[in-house]
C-alpha cells in the first residue's frame, strides 16, 4: 500500500505492532480524523452509530480481540463496513485464566502469599479444589477450553448455553439461576451486550449460596458489581476470582479490600505468545481487506 491509508488505534497495543501498522497507515491513537478508513480496536472500546456516522470513510474495524459488545453492528452493517475478531489465538490464554483464578481462590494463593510477604506464616485453612462440582455459563470456544482444563477437578462439569450440545457429555442446564444453584464453582464465559447485562444479580448469587465461588473472565457487565460486594461481605458466597469489571479500570475499594476474593486487571490474553498471534491476525486482516481479499476472521 503506498497511499498509508489513515488508520485510529483505540487500544494499547506492542511497540513492534504499531511499528508494523505504521508501515502500512497513516497511524492515529489521539483520535480519528474525518477521513479515517480503518480502526484497531480493543474488545472494550465502544464504537457507537455517532462515532461511525462521523466518520464517513471508514471501511473496517479490527477488533484485537473476541469482544464486540461496544461496537454498532447495525450501523456497521448499515454502512458495509467491516467488522473482524481474533478468535481461536486467545482461546487458550482465557481458558487458562478461569482455571488460575479458580484454584486462586480456592487454595487462597494470593491471599497466602500477602501474609508470607509481610512475614507471617500461619494461615486459615483454603477449600478443597478437587471433587466439586464446576457450572460453566457460556459454550462457546473459550467455554469449552474451560470445560476441557476444569474437568480433572469437577465430580460433575454443568453448562448453560442458548442450546443443549448434544455431542457433548457434560449435563445441560436451561437457566443460569439452575446452573448456579447446581454448581460449587460458577465460571462466567459468555458474551457481554444487552442479553447478558448483569445476569448475574443478587438471586444468582443466592443460588450460588456460601460455599459457592464465581469466576468471571468474559465481561464485566455480567455481573451486578453491588449485588456481589454485598454477597461477599455478608458470606452469600464464598470468594470470586475477577478478570473484568463493571467500569474498568476502577475496581471497587471493596473488593480490593476483601482477602477471598482474587483480581486481575483483564489480563486473560495478556501472554507474550497470545497477544503476538492477535496483533498478527489483525494486520492480516487489514491487509486482506486492502488488498481486496477474503478477511481471515470476519464477523460483519
Known sequence: MTDRPPLFVMTPLASETIEQLEQRFTVHRGGGPEDTRAIVAGGASV???AMIEALPQLEIIAI???????IDLEAARARGIR??????VLTDDVADQAIALMLAVQRRIAANDRIVRDGGWMVPPGRQASGCRIGIFGLGRIGRAIARRAEP????????????KPDLPWRFLPDIRALAAASDVLILSAPGGEETQHIVGAEVLAELGPDGVL?????GSLVDEAALITALAEGHIAGAGL??????PDVPRALRHMDHVV????QGSATTAGRAAMAKLVLANLDAHFARKPLPTPLV
Open 47 to 49: 464504537i457507537d452509530g
Open 64 to 70: 484485537n480481540g473476541v469482544g464486540y459488545d461496544g
Open 83 to 88: 467488522v473482524t475478531t481474533t478468535p481461536d
Open 153 to 164: 477437578f469437577a465430580a460433575e462439569l454443568l453448562y448453560t448455553a442458548r442450546h443443549a
Open 215 to 219: 469466576v468471571n473472565v468474559a465481561r
Open 243 to 248: 478478570d473484568v469489571f463493571e467500569n474498568e
Open 263 to 266: 483480581l486481575a486487571p483483564h
